[in-house]
Each structure stands twice: as C-alpha cells, then as structure tokens.
C-alpha cells in the first residue's frame, strides 16, 4: 500500500480565439477497491457552465461549454491517493462480454493474427495474457514520434514500434483473439512525464491490471484515471468548438510517493 | 369491392398528395432526387377478429423488445442465462456502448415501432422485421386516408372502417407520458431527408414544434429551444428523427453538425425524453430477429402470438448446413444492411455468385441470417387500369405509451414490378391505405 501525490496539468493554446467550445474531461482519478482518492482540487479555465456525470465505464466526467472567445483551455488536477495493489476489482463475468470484442483501434489485421498464431498456447487466462505482454515486450520497441492517438494496434504492430498506448493496443487485440475480456486503462504512474496507459485482463471474476510497456503487473505506483474498450473510451479531453487555427497541447503529470 | 368508389378519383388523389409534398427523397448517384411516392386506391382490408388477433401479437412482440433492450444496457440476465449469445448482441451494429447502465425516462426504449409483417398464401401473418430505430411511414397513410374522405365521402358512410387519423393522438399520448417537463420537438436533420415530409406533417398533427439541429442547446444540464427573438424554452420530449450517431457530437460522431453537443449527457440524467431512445437499434439487427420469440419466453413467461418467418442461423452449425443444403430455395441477408439492401435469393445467384457468397458465408457465418422465401398472398393493385397482383407488405405501428398501442391501420407497400418481392420505398414501390374493419 502507497499514498501517493498526483498532479495533472493540461493546456491546450489556440493560435486564433476559439467560442461556442463544447468540452468533455476525464481526467478524474476514481475510487475503486485498489485505489481510494483522499483530496482533490479540480480547476477548469475557462469555467463557464460546468457540470459533471459518470460515462457508461464508470469513469468520472466534467463537461460543459464556454461560449465567449478564449485563447487557451486548461484543466489542472492535483490530488492524493491510496493504492492498494493486494485488492482486487471484481465483477460478474456475463458482465464483461462487451470488452471481448474488437473496437475499430484494437481490430487485428494480418500482422497481429500471424504473431498470434505463433505465440499463442493454452493455459489459465492471466498467464497466457502475461504470455502475449511477455512476447510483445521482445518484439516491439519503445519509441516516441512514430504513432499518433489514432493509431490502430495494427497498424503500431506493423511498424514495430510506439508508446504506451500502442502496447496496450496490442495487448488488449492479442487478448481479444483469444476471447478474453481486456480493456484500456489510462493513468498516471510516479514520476514526472505524459500519462500512462495500461491493460486488465479479466480472469475468475477479477480484473488484473498489466503494463505491457513495462512488462509487469501495476503495482501501487499507478494511479487509474479512467477505463474502457480502446484508447478513445478513454479521451482526456475532447471538445468541438469554432475558430482555433492551429492548437498546441501540453500535458504534465508529476505522481510522487509520500513516505 | 370497396375499391369502386376511390378508384374513379385515383388521379386526382394522387395530384393533391404531390401537392401536399408526399414524396419520398433519394440519393442515387450522389445527387438528391424527390420522387411521388404512388398511391393506389385500392385498400388492404383486415377485418376486425383478424386485426385484433394482430394486435394482440404487435403488444405483445414489442413489450418484449422493450425488455430485451433494458435488460441488455443493465443487468444483462438473459446473456446470463444464455438465451442470446453475446455475439449477437456485442459485434451487432444496433449496440452503442454510450447507453450501457442508462435508463430512459419511463424506462421506455420503443416509443414507436413500425413493424413488417407479410400475409402468406396461408392467410397466416408473418413477421418479416422490426424497425426500431426511426421507422416512418405513418404519415402515408394518414394524409391519404383523408384526402380519400373529401374525394368520396359515400366511401367511408358504406364501410365500418377505423379512423386511422388519430395517429396524431396516439403519438402525442406517447411523447407526453415520457416528457420531462417542457415543450415537445420534433427533430429533423432538414428538408433534404428522405423523410421530411414525414416529419413536418407529424409535427404539424400532434402540435410539436418542428426544429433542426441549431434551434436547440444545452444549458445548466437542461435542453432548449430558442425562438426566433432568441428566447428560450425548457424542451422536455424530442422526437429526434436523426440518427443515433448524429445526435450528439460530443457522443457519438465528433464530425456531426446536426446534433446537439452534450444532449446525450443530460438525457443520461434524465433531463429529456430522446424518442427513439438511443441504442434501441441492439433489438431490431437482423441476427437479433432470429431470438424475438424466445424473448417473448424469456421475459413474458408467454408464448409468441405472431410467428417469424421460419429464419436459419448460419452461427449455428446445424442450420449452417440446412443454409449449405437448401441454399436455392431461401432467401438470404446480409445482417447491417436495411432498406431492402444484402438481400439475395438463392435461386437467382449465378453458380460464381453462388460460390463467392459461400466462401463468405463460411467466413464470416454471423454477418447472415436465411429465410424460407415465403409465398405472399399477392394484393390487387391498379396498373393501367388493370387490376393485377402483386407482392406487399404491411407496416403496422405500435407505440409504447403508459401501454402499448397499436394503431388501426398502417403502411401496405407493394412492389410495381410483378417479379420483385422487394417493396422499400427507397426502390420505387407504391403503397395503399390500410383498413380495420370496425
């Protein structure tokens, strides 16, 4: 068990002023068994109306809409938390069908299903996903600047490399292929960088959270923020809006253990 | 018989209803075309034990439909239970995730239902689909019914017919018990839709204001309306006739510009009735229709009234081999096309078509359902001044109020062409008045 400090920083500049800016957030850490959020402070700019919800995953939103001109949108986050690694997240397993099934970002092509028709072999779920991150951790290299948020697992695995994301891409379409439920978290992890993204696999009624970019089991250092089937379940931050030109996003995380 | 009075007025009926704009709008070739959408005089006439019996079956079909989607957004038993395999319903186009553990007000998710049943030689009634999701039709044969009473009163004084023109009731009673305190709309993506005369004959019927996209917003977690001096109105009811994807961007598809950003996150708190309830399409796949009847087991504890047209599933190894051995005599669909699309008869494949189609079949086995090609009872129609018979169907509408109600009429559409049994109105078919005998 870890209580960690975790600081979320996000700012999107406009080159011109954008109006009528829709906007939905989940950047929210949520308590589940694992892991329990002590404080929070949450400040949205511009914060015109602003309201919250829960999405279909559970994960926690803020959305709303700012109608007058504005050059820049940022959301800072800074909190505390419990980890609990030895917890389990259950759930009933006719529940979790709708995470075995390919979603446009996690749909194998040729080169997944010719790399999963080399590793695959039998056994009990957990291990043979631990199996597939194992493997994938060999033959895929860890590299910034190749993919892009819309790269399919396919198309990652095709070039051999990419970021978090594509790992847990892959992991969860590897996963799919063999009819396990799987699905995308994203989070944070300590130190100071971009936000994280790891798998769960679901074996015997719980949840197993795996980081293929690391290849090991999360452990109390990881804090989830939200779930779902594939990375865009999971967008930050997503908005439609009029004007803007071009946008630059900056993104700090800092997660750091308090002893 | 009935058919004498009206027959001498066809043209003329069929003047004034291009006039009142009854037409029905197509894309062919990337190019927007407004085609007449025909009527023939000659009404279908079911007779009232027999439409009672329907009606009983309609209720009945589609309380079950309404279970099946509340129960596949929630608790998920009848997966659990094993009665429809998650496949069906996960990988099926119908299902939207966004709905997953949201209840609509009322927990109603079949506000209007417009299903297809045929007549075969028979004299029995089969059910060829259920449309779910933003079925039109009605509006046909509400305007034809009453311009048919102004062109031959006599008509109507000799037959007990039920009057079909208070559909506008119906609707009305049915968006009202789901709203959520304000106006009711009606929303239409234009005037551009195939269906917008439709839309604008129903709004003006039930009194419901007629809107678009941009007349609508989202503010302290309740919908507007904005008027034309820029005034706002709580709306608690939109009959949205856009679809699922189109309704939100922030939701569903980010690039839609006819939705309205953040509805779909009040609807969720049950801020606003949204008619259709989003997501309802899970019940209506192809794939699904195969398991309606054992839904009507499942979550009735009854037997079905109305009876499928006998349906094979190729997911299923023993009707996969039925479909492989009698492959000449049914009728096969493709499960994510609608309209009268992906559908090819057996016997009428090419020995190449036929070896093609297999190979994908055996691909991809859950993508098709296959049928018995049933033998319609064919309706006379007028053709030239002849009278010749073709292939119809009927469209009845069924409405989930504060209880189900099936409107005493409904949409018979026949195809032109004596060899197709394709009656869409997309591809060109005609259609009739129904009667009800009183």
Redesign the interface.
């Known amino acids: 068990m870890k209580k960690l400090n975790f600081s979320y920083h996000m700012q999107l500049t406009f080159e011109y002023p954008v109006r009528d800016h829709h906007f939905t957030l989940r950047c929210f850490p949520p308590n589940d068994a694992r892991q329990q959020i002590l404080t929070e402070s949450i400040e949205i700019y511009p914060k015109q109306y602003s309201s919250t919800q829960t999405d279909s995953f559970g994960n926690r939103c803020i959305y709303g809409t700012a109608s007058w001109e504005h050059n820049y949108f940022a959301a800072d986050v800074n909190g505390q938390a419990v980890i609990d690694k030895d917890k389990n997240i259950t759930e009933d397993a006719y529940k979790t069908g709708l995470f075995r099934y390919y979603t446009e970002l996690t749909r194998p092509g040729e080169g997944i299903m010719g790399f999963y028709n080399k590793i695959k072999r039998s056994g009990h779920p957990l291990e043979t996903a631990k199996h597939f991150m194992d493997k994938l951790f060999e033959n895929f290299v860890y590299e910034q600047g190749a993919t892009n948020i819309s790269t399919t697992a396919e198309e990652a695995f095709l070039l051999g490399k990419g970021v978090c994301q594509d790992y847990a891409h892959i992991l969860i379409s590897l996963c799919r292929l063999e009819k396990l439920p799987c699905r995308y978290v994203a989070g944070m992890m300590t130190g100071e960088g971009a936000t994280h993204a790891w798998a769960e696999v679901f074996d015997n009624g719980v949840w197993h959270p795996l980081d293929p970019t690391h290849n090991r089991l999360v452990d109390d250092t990881y804090i989830k923020i939200s779930s779902g089937r594939d990375a865009k379940d999971c967008t930050i931050n997503q908005g439609v809006f009029i004007g803007g030109g071009k946008q630059k996003q900056e993104v700090k995380v800092t997660v750091e253990e308090i002893l | 018989m009935a058919a004498d009075g009206l027959y001498k007025y066809s043209e003329q009926i069929n003047e004034l209803l291009a006039r009142y704009g009854v037409k029905f709008g197509i894309y062919k070739n990337n190019v927007f075309k407004e085609q007449l959408f025909p009527f023939d005089t000659i009404p279908r006439i079911i007779e009232k034990a027999e439409f009672d019996c329907l009606e009983r079956g309609l209720k009945q079909r589609v309380t079950a439909l309404n279970e099946f989607i509340k129960d596949i957004y929630s608790d998920?038993k009848i997966?659990?239970d094993g009665v429809v395999p998650?496949?069906f319903?996960?990988?099926g186009s119908g299902y939207l995730?966004?709905?997953?553990?949201?209840c609509p007000p009322k927990g109603v998710y079949t506000h209007i239902s417009g299903i297809d049943l045929v007549q075969g030689e028979d004299k029995n009634w089969y059910i060829l689909e259920d449309n779910l999701r933003i079925p039109s039709g009605a509006s046909y044969p509400m305007i034809a019914r009453d311009i048919c009473r102004r062109s031959s009163p006599a008509t109507f004084e000799k037959y007990h017919i039920e009057d079909n023109r208070n559909y506008a009731k119906l609707l009305r009673r049915t968006m009202d018990y789901v709203n959520t305190g304000g106006h009711t709309v009606i929303l239409s993506p234009g005037r551009y839709n195939a269906a917008y005369f439709e839309h604008s004959y129903l709004a003006e019927q039930t009194g419901a204001h007629l809107v678009t996209g941009s007349e609508l917003t989202?503010?302290?977690?309740r919908l507007y309306f904005i008027d034309y001096s820029g005034k706002k109105e709580q709306v608690g009811a939109v009959y949205r006739r856009i679809s699922d994807e189109y309704l939100d961007?922030?939701n569903f598809n980010?690039e839609s510009v006819i939705g309205i950003?953040?509805i779909y996150?009040i609807y969720?708190?049950g801020n606003v009735a949204l008619i259709n309830a989003p997501g309802n399409g899970v019940a209506d796949d192809k794939g699904i229709y195969y398991f309606v009847p054992k839904m009507v087991k499942y979550y009735l504890n009854e037997e079905p009234i109305l009876q499928n047209a006998p349906t094979y599933l190729p997911y299923y190894e023993k009707d996969m081999k039925y479909v492989l051995d009698n492959i000449d005599t049914l009728v096969l669909k493709d499960v994510a096309e609608a309209g009268g699309y992906g559908v090819v008869f057996g016997s009428k494949m090419t020995k190449t078509e036929k070896e093609e189609f297999i190979a994908l079949l055996k691909r991809e086995p859950r993508r098709f359902i296959a049928q018995e090609v049933i033998d319609f009872l064919d309706i006379d129609i007028y053709d030239d001044g002849e009278i010749v018979p073709r292939k119809a169907d009927l469209r009845a509408f069924v409405l989930m109020a504060d209880e189900p109600l099936v409107w005493k009429s409904g949409l018979t559409r026949f195809s032109r062409d004596p060899d197709s049994f394709i009656v869409n109105s997309s591809q060109g078919g005609g259609f009739k008045d129904t009667w009800v005998l009183s």
């Open positions: 998920k997966i659990r998650e496949e319903v996960y990988s995730v966004q709905c997953e553990g949201v989202v503010e302290n977690d961007p922030m980010k950003p953040h996150d969720r708190k």
